[in-house]
């Protein structure tokens, strides 16, 4: 039987972005529209060495926009760097932010804007609308196929007392204009690409069983799924290959879409619980916890599930028990990790069993909790981590 539409009202919202070969080169007509003189580059410490925030300011610099370089973040930025980052956007009089990165340095670069604008401390925004005045323009030039962060109404920074990961969530954080050009994702190691690409089909996997999807945020989710499918190994394997490059950075940007707008699910809720307490990389614990929050998921929404595995390449009847069709989309999850070299289990992470309690207890608390299919319990939770635990079959 054909689904049924939805029709219950739903709003998307998406930033202006230029896709394409090259798009990094606009920064500065990009920044020169907008009005900036002076920009903060908040970039991820080690790119220099690619020289991409180089050319960014390059850029900059032939449209008459002046930067001051801000590189001090940690690959889970904390609540200190982005006071940090604050206070020398205000030190350099500084009228924007330019990001040039991963999620890292686009949620910092997010943070520093509000705080800059509203002077407050960056935790006082933790939830959903609470940011009175907007940041400053925004530019964002992705580095990593996976964040979505780039057209994204979400940032999350460590609260490094509490050692959690705080959810901020505004339409004010979706940055001005994106500049997503493939030729900036050619440097990415393997074992990144892998985290950050299954990072993409996290944020498409969850919008699209999420209850807060729609038929706009499906059509992206899918085709994100669909791309990742027939990309992600090639992108791996060959990883000067610009098509297959192109569209990881493609699918991320739909993910990216999809999840900003129909919001996520217990994969993050439980992996931003594990980043928080041991600092772990946010795409490396989305890939480990995926196939075995879909596999506590799947009654809730079986043929949502079942079309996501079948765009992944699972062959499934119909008509097969709901059993059966679970086992095989699991499978096929499991088959598409494994073919990009990640198997291993959370214990390998250095976490031992005697955390999962608290981890399960921090992730209960967390707002992406809010749209995933099915509401589970503490007790859930730790049986998710526990047989998350081991390596892959
Ligand atoms: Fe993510």
């Known amino acids: 039987m ?16 230029v896709f394409g070969r090259g798009a990094l080169r606009l920064a500065g007509r990009q920044a020169a529209g907008l009005g900036v003189r002076r920009a903060l580059l908040v970039a991820d410490p080690g790119l220099s060495l690619f020289g991409w925030p180089q050319m960014v300011e390059q850029s900059l610099a032939e449209a008459g926009v002046a930067t001051e370089r801000f590189e001090a973040l940690s690959s889970n930025p904390r609540d200190y760097e982005v006071m940090d980052g604050a206070a020398a956007f205000a030190d350099c ?33 933790e939830g959903v609308d609470n940011i009175e005045r907007p940041g400053p323009p925004l530019l964002c030039v992705p580095t990593t196929a996976g964040t979505g962060a780039e057209v994204s109404q979400f940032a999350i920074i460590t609260d490094t007392t509490r050692q959690r990961k705080v959810v901020i969530a505004s339409k004010t954080l979706i940055p001005d204009a994106a500049l997503i050009d493939p030729d900036v994702t050619v440097t990415m190691p393997p074992d990144l690409t892998a985290h950050t690409g299954l990072d993409a089909l996290t944020h498409a996997v969850e919008a699209y069983v999420s209850n807060a999807q729609g038929p706009v945020t499906d059509l992206f989710a899918l085709e994100a799924v669909r791309l990742i499918a027939a990309n992600l190994p090639r992108a791996i394997a060959e990883p000067a290959d610009i098509e297959a490059r192109g569209a990881m950075l493609l699918a991320s940007l739909y993910a990216g879409m999809a999840f900003s707008n129909a919001i996520l699910g217990a994969v993050h809720a439980m992996a931003h619980s594990l980043g928080g307490l041991l600092d772990l990389p946010h795409g490396l614990c989305n890939a480990i916890l995926l196939d075995h929050v879909v596999a506590y998921n799947y009654d809730a929404a079986p043929s949502r599930f079942d079309t996501l595995g079948r765009c992944l390449g699972a062959t499934l009847d119909a008509d097969a028990p709901a059993d059966v069709r679970k086992t095989a989309v699991i499978e096929t999850l499991q088959a598409f990790k494994r073919s990009v070299g ?43 981590y526990e047989s998350a635990s081991q390596p892959l079959a």
């Open 342 to 384: 990640v198997n291993q289990g959370l214990l390998e992470l250095g976490l031992t069993r005697e955390v999962f309690g608290d981890l399960a207890r921090r992730a209960l608390d967390d707002p992406c909790l809010l749209t995933n299919p099915k509401k589970p319990s503490q007790a859930d939770l730790e049986a998710i």
């Open 93 to 125: 009089v500084c009228d924007a932010i330019v990001a040039v990165g991963g999620g890292s340095a686009m949620d910092c670069a997010k943070a520093i804007g509000i705080v800059s604008a509203n002077k407050r401390h960056i935790l006082s925004f």
């Open 2 to 17: 054909p689904g049924r539409l939805l029709l219950s009202m739903r709003k998307f919202v998406a930033p202006e972005f």
